[in-house]
Antibody, heavy 118, light 112 residues
Framework: QLLESGGGLVQPGGSLRLSCAAS????????MGWARQAPGKGLEWVSA????????YYADSVKGRFTISRDNSKNTLYLQMNILRAEDTAVYYC?????????????WGQGSLVTVSS | DIVMTQSPDSLAVSLGERATINCKSS????????????LTWYQHKPGQPPKLLIY???TRESGVPDRFIGSGSGTDFTLTISSLQAEDVAVYYC????????FGQGTKVEIK
């Protein structure tokens, strides 16, 4: 199971941190990631991190503003989002990868809504 | 970056008929060392998370009905729903994982 939290309303230029609590599998054995869906738009991959946390990956649209991290002792994934823009408004989904180093994502959480607006 | 392009953007199919969705990648997602295509298909319904249907371009995820068939190799892929059911109404996405990850723009499937 994947349970996202931390979404909400934030002003442009502000920050927000999403969390994703994982259960039911060996967390450190799987890469994890985030995808999002803006209102009326399709899915967009955002970021991913290897099982050890040693490798991170970002979409160009968020590079330099978002930081992905994980705490394997707490089975929790994070997405720190800074310098938020209106176009970051979306439902953010936490995803579990098939393996530790990144193949396909085989399970997604229910999502957390982030709204960037003044 | 690898760009994924799906066609059509939407289609309406009668119940029991075949639905075919195409996905084209801007470069090959076939890794020659293991002969695997790094491509998945997801089903996404409103208010729900995306659901994995197919990985390695043609391997059906456990529990997915066998009417969902993935095919193709290299840069051209197809998802076929052999006999459309009412519960298949959704948006379908292809995604490559050959070089980070990229989704296609999605194809909306409706009942005619």
């Amino acid at each position: 199971q994947l349970l996202e939290s931390g979404g909400g309303l934030v002003q442009p230029g502000g920050s927000l941190r999403l969390s994703c609590a994982a259960s039911g599998f060996t967390f450190s054995s799987h890469a994890m990631g985030w995808a999002r869906q803006a209102p009326g738009k399709g899915l967009e991959w955002v970021s991913a991190i290897s099982g050890s946390g040693g490798a991170t990956y970002y979409a160009d649209s968020v590079k330099g503003r978002f930081t992905i991290s994980r705490d394997n002792s707490k089975n929790t994934l994070y997405l720190q989002m800074n310098i938020l823009r209106a176009e970051d408004t979306a439902v953010y989904y936490c995803g579990k990868n098939w393996v530790a180093e990144g193949y396909h994502f085989d399970y997604w959480g229910q999502g957390s809504l982030v709204t960037v607006s003044s | 970056d690898i760009v994924m392009t799906q066609s059509p953007d939407s289609l309406a199919v009668s119940l029991g008929e075949r639905a075919t969705i195409n996905c084209k990648s801007s470069q090959s997602v076939l890794l020659s060392s293991n002969n695997k295509n790094y491509l998945t298909w997801y089903q996404h319904k409103p208010g729900q998370p995306p659901k994995l249907l197919i990985y390695w371009a043609s391997t059906r995820e456990s529990g997915v009905p066998d009417r969902f068939i993935g095919s193709g190799s290299g840069t051209d892929f197809t998802l076929t729903i052999s006999s459309l059911q009412a519960e298949d109404v959704a948006v379908y996405y292809c995604q490559q994982y050959y070089d980070t990850w990229t989704f296609g723009q999605g194809t909306k499937v409706e009942i005619k």
